[in-house]
């Protein structure tokens, strides 16, 4: 993928973000304070996939993505994370009071990035 078009599909993304903030922000408190996990993370897709929880079906609120919600034991258990880079993960890891965990999955590549809310 072509650094253009990985541009433009952040861009989207960023949009969506706008919209879906305040309640990525609530669904990862709930998510910590249930102890369900210490490392909520929401994967943004254009694409239906099977991962995590659906949360926001992109053509349900005519968004450029859908978001679905995971855990950091979800995506080493699915091998998307390789368990010896799992600490590396955690040390990277963003205050997940101050920042959302994104992980952006675009055709032939994904990528984690790290928002504020």
């Not at 960023?14 to 910590?32: G, H, V």
């Not at 991962?51 to 919600?69: C, H, M, P, Q, T």
């Not at 799992?86 to 990035?113: G, Q, Y």
């Amino acid at each position: 993928m072509e650094n253009q078009e990985l541009e433009l599909l952040l861009e989207t993304l960023k949009k969506d973000l706008i919209f879906y903030k305040p309640y990525l922000k609530e669904t990862a408190t709930e998510m910590m304070a249930e102890e369900f996990t210490k490392h909520p993370i929401f994967i943004a897709s254009q694409q239906n996939i099977r991962v995590g929880k659906a949360l926001f079906d992109r053509k349900e609120f005519e968004k450029s993505w859908s978001i679905n919600a995971t855990t950091l034991s979800q995506l080493i258990e699915l091998k998307a994370i390789d368990e010896d880079k799992e600490a590396d993960f955690r040390n990277a890891f963003k205050d997940p009071e101050t920042h959302m965990c994104i992980l952006m999955l675009v055709p032939k590549a994904a990528s984690f990035v790290f928002v504020p809310y």
